[in-house]
């Protein structure tokens, strides 16, 4: 396979994996994600930002967010999230540390 069509692939993946988070998963919570896989819709908008920013394109936090959830974040919290408990916060944080943090 040449490089190009494995771009376009790998390009074509991430957008259905986008489509899938946004508009047939919007039950999965941002938290359930990052305790279970180590990242979540917002760490997909963070390498999408870093990845403008490599390439020279002004990108900000707030901005990369809202092209990937298609919606502000206040929207998208007040449509789509719940309130998680203790037990998942906790784990959170540890994900979070584990699997961000680290990597900032």
Known sequence: MDKQTETELEAAAFRRLRLHLMQDRTDVQNIDLMNLAGFCRNCLSRW?????????????????????????????????????????????????????????
């Open 48 to 104: 999408y930002q870093e990845a403008a920013n490599e390439r020279g394109i002004e990108m900000g936090k707030e901005e990369a967010r809202e092209i990937f959830y298609g919606m502000t974040m206040d929207e998208w919290k007040s449509q789509h999230q719940t309130e998680a408990g203790a037990e998942k916060k906790a784990a959170f944080e540890t994900a979070f540390e584990e699997n961000v943090a680290r990597k900032v």
